[in-house]
């Protein structure tokens, strides 16, 4: 029998526990606020307090464990990138809460609150046969009746059909307790003494403590924990046919790109379907001349794209056998 506490047994396992308790704790404390659960993931992403596999988790234990939102699965039918009619119309919605889950096969689960539009913007794209889970949930409990409504409408927007009678959904929003007011800034610092009058303007020293004391230049917007993802770029295949040396150039490429760059994905997507394996590209007759490949990059920083869209074109034409000479059991250092 095992025993539901063996994680609790070391420092490590109860430590790593309370601190995921006590982020749950937090995170609900926000949602009771009226913030969605997705921002809150969003922003945790970002500042890297969060890991990606503790967004399942918490995404059960409180929005279907705890709040009971009204859920619906699907597999997505067809690849979409264009959202717009989906946050338009559903920011209007102010008597619900919605949450959609998209279940990436390499990016793992992201939280998308569908009234975002910047959210929209960062996933970039849906696609074909892959899960994605729609929640909603009213503000109030006497709107409780309109989640299986709302959420039918949700998912015909997400297949792009038009929807009808959304203006029950509409209205004011539920009034919210006020936040606590903010801290009172510090007291500003004293200016420093100017010249007389007629002096010339002398540079002043700094000393070591001062510099230290400057407030540091502002830092480039980075996307901190969260994943993100490029477009999909298209190789046009210029080689009579994509045989075998062609597959394994790519696949020579793709392993030297990622020795390069560990914490970056390549994903690679042919007729529509995404391919798992590049062996599955060689089949005699498959890929011809002027069929496109297409690829994506994922991950924290993404760097290196425009060369490897160069390596893949070559390694996709009659120049692919550059690709093949390495020594056995090492890397191409290509980039």
Do not use: C
Request: cysteine-free; proline content about 7%; glycine content about 6%.
């Amino acid at each position: 029998m095992i025993n539901d506490y063996m994680s609790l047994s070391t420092r490590k396992g109860f430590n790593k526990s309370l601190s995921h308790f006590r982020l749950v704790t937090n995170i609900v404390q926000q949602m009771n606020d009226g913030t969605n659960l997705a921002e809150v993931i969003d922003g945790l992403e970002k500042n890297k307090e969060v890991e990606k596999s503790q967004i399942g988790p918490i995404l059960n234990a409180v929005v279907t464990d705890r709040l009971g939102y009204t859920s619906l699965s699907l597999n997505y039918p067809a690849d979409r990138s264009d959202f717009s009619p989906v946050w338009a119309e559903t920011e209007r919605w102010n008597r619900l809460d919605l949450i959609l889950a998209y279940h990436h096969p390499q990016l793992g689960i992201s939280l998308i609150n569908p009234k975002n539009k910047s959210h929209w913007e960062t996933l970039r794209e849906l696609n074909r046969e892959e899960l994605l889970v729609l929640y909603v949930r009213a503000l109030e409990d006497q709107d409780r009746a309109l989640e299986p409504d709302a959420v039918k409408a949700l998912k015909s927007l997400l297949l792009g059909k038009a929807v009808a009678d959304t203006g029950k959904f509409g209205g004011a929003p539920p009034r919210r307790a006020a936040p606590p007011p903010a801290a009172a800034p510090p007291p500003a610092a004293r200016p420093a003494a100017t010249a007389p009058t007629g002096a010339a303007a002398q540079p002043q020293a700094t000393t070591g403590d001062e510099e230290a004391a400057a407030p540091p230049p502002p830092a480039e917007a980075a996307g901190g924990g969260k994943k993100k993802v490029t477009p999909k770029y298209s190789i046009q295949v210029s080689n009579e046919l994509f045989h075998n040396g062609n597959v394994e150039a790519w696949k020579n490429i793709v392993e030297s790109y990622k020795t390069k760059h560990p914490g970056l994905d390549v994903h690679i997507f042919h007729d529509g379907q995404k391919v798992n394996n590049i062996n599955a590209l060689f089949k005699w007759g498959k890929v011809k001349h002027g069929d496109a490949i297409l690829f994506s990059v994922s991950g924290d920083e993404i760097k290196g794209v425009a060369k490897l869209q160069r390596y893949l074109f070559e390694g996709a034409s009659i120049r692919y056998s550059n690709y093949l000479k390495k020594d056995v059991n090492k890397v191409l250092n290509l980039f």
